[in-house]
């Protein structure tokens, strides 16, 4: 008689088990799948940007008046950046920021082996750059903080390209302005 209930409470438990981790509450395993979990949701801002050839020239030119050698060669190492950004506007969205999105986030950061860096300058107290790096360099960096001024709010920042350390350094200075240029 227990042999012919194995069979069927197993199947149980591995359906139970199965439905948990589909669920709403299972946490993304890398940034793309953060960014595909999140967008669109409420209180949620997504931008992408892949640089053309202008955008670059414009920049380019914009950075050799603000930062020199290492921000311009950052600037045209970027393939692509994406910024999600998170502002509470329903009770709901609220519970998100208390779920620990800034978790969720550091975890798969460092579950696909990014590593900290230490920028050496004042990002903000908000801000945690990370790198995906071999040697010096750099094919992917993120950074994780808060939008300025607004509660229970989030930030992921994941720029993809070629940098060296110094560069994304350089780039990083910038970031505070970027997330608040975008997040609007």
Do not use: H
């Not at 139970?16 to 967008?39: D, H, L």
């Not at 669109?40 to 380019?60: C, I, N, Q, Y």
């Not at 990002?123 to 750099?138: E, F, I, K, T």
């Amino acid at each position: 008689m227990i042999q012919k209930f194995r069979l069927p409470v197993l199947f149980l438990i591995l359906l139970m088990v199965g439905c948990r981790t589909a669920g709403p509450g299972t946490p993304a395993t890398t940034v793309a799948s953060f960014f595909s979990k999140y967008q669109g949701r409420s209180g949620f801002k997504t931008m992408d940007w892949s640089a053309d050839l202008l955008e670059r020239l414009a920049l380019v030119k914009a950075a050799k008046l603000l930062g020199g050698s290492e921000l311009t060669n950052a600037i045209t190492g970027i393939r692509e950046a994406r910024v999600i950004s998170f502002a509470p506007v329903t009770g709901s969205a609220e519970n998100l920021a208390q779920q620990g999105l800034l978790q969720e986030a550091t975890g798969i950061l460092q579950g696909n082996k990014y590593e900290p860096l230490s920028t050496g300058t004042t990002l903000g107290s908000d801000y945690q750059v990370a790198v995906r790096a071999n040697g010096d360099r750099v094919s992917e960096f993120a950074a994780t903080g808060k939008l300025p001024d607004v509660a229970d709010s989030f930030v992921l920042v994941a720029v993809e390209g070629n940098f060296t350390r110094s560069q994304v350094q350089a780039l990083s200075k910038y970031l505070p302005q970027l997330v608040q240029a975008t997040a609007r």
